[in-house]
């Protein structure tokens, strides 16, 4: 089936250590998304990419890194730059075309607790 | 930088009433509008998504949406709620430029039985 798989959904991380969220999606879209959810907050935006390597900062990219080396996969890493990490993280893709594209499809979430 | 702003954070509605949530968004470029749903411990969903054509816009569930473009405006509507559209809504924004797609901050919805 196609669609978008974030792995793991839940992960616990010690303070100070990195750690890397895996987004894989097979629906063959150009663009692909990272968004932070938090109560009351709706969806901020991390980092997003057009094509492969190449990636754009969105509102609230300090702490945060990814890399786009294949058209399928995105993975973000949050650094122990940022100043809190725990939060749910979702990942999205989109197909681009030069009518616009599709809508985002979305990920499970990644739910990362750092204690 | 474009910015999504969703007026309503919590609206509490009784069954068969009137829903509209409004949302405005701040680019002068075309732009491509969404709502999407998410469902208590449930993924995000697709409702409906404006890209051109008629403003208003029909989407799953009985909702739909007007496309305001003089007003930066696109707001969401339901002629009567039921008890299962209890939610969070979000609408979001993607300009057709540099294809960031941009969120408002959500509005949660209570509809009681």
């Known amino acids: 089936d196609g669609g978008i798989t974030q792995s793991p959904k839940y992960l616990f991380r010690k303070e100070g250590q990195n750690v890397t969220l895996s987004c894989e999606q097979n629906?063959?879209?150009?663009?692909m998304y990272w968004y932070r959810q938090d109560p009351g907050q709706g969806l901020r935006l991390i980092y997003y990419?057009?094509?492969?390597?190449?990636?754009q900062k969105g509102d609230i990219a300090e702490g945060y890194s990814v890399s786009r080396e294949k058209k399928e996969s995105f993975p973000l890493t949050v650094t122990s730059a940022q100043k809190n990490p725990t939060a749910f993280y979702l990942c999205?893709?989109?197909?681009?075309?030069?009518?616009?594209?599709?809508?985002?499809?979305f990920g499970q979430g990644t739910r990362l607790t750092v204690v | 930088a474009q910015s999504v702003s969703q007026h309503n954070h919590h609206v509490i509605l009784s069954e068969a009433a009137s829903l509209e949530l409004g949302c405005n968004y701040s680019?002068?470029?075309?732009?491509?509008l969404f709502w999407y749903v998410q469902y208590p411990g449930q993924h995000l969903q697709l409702l409906l998504k404006?890209?051109?054509?008629?403003?208003l816009v029909k989407g799953i569930k009985g909702f739909e949406a007007e496309f305001i473009k003089s007003k930066f405006s696109f707001n969401l509507r339901k002629p009567s709620v039921q008890w299962s559209d209890t939610a969070e809504y979000f609408c979001?924004?993607?300009?057709?430029?540099?294809?960031?797609?941009?969120f408002g901050g959500g509005t949660r919805l209570m509809v009681k039985p």
């Open positions: 999205a893709s989109s197909l681009q075309t030069p009518q616009g594209g599709t809508e985002a499809f």
């Open positions: 680019y002068g470029g075309t732009v491509n």
């Open positions: 404006y890209f051109s054509g008629d403003p």
């Open positions: 979001a924004v993607r300009d057709n430029a540099g294809n960031m797609l941009t």
């Open positions: 629906l063959n879209h150009d663009a």
């Open positions: 990419s057009q094509i492969v390597n190449d990636f």
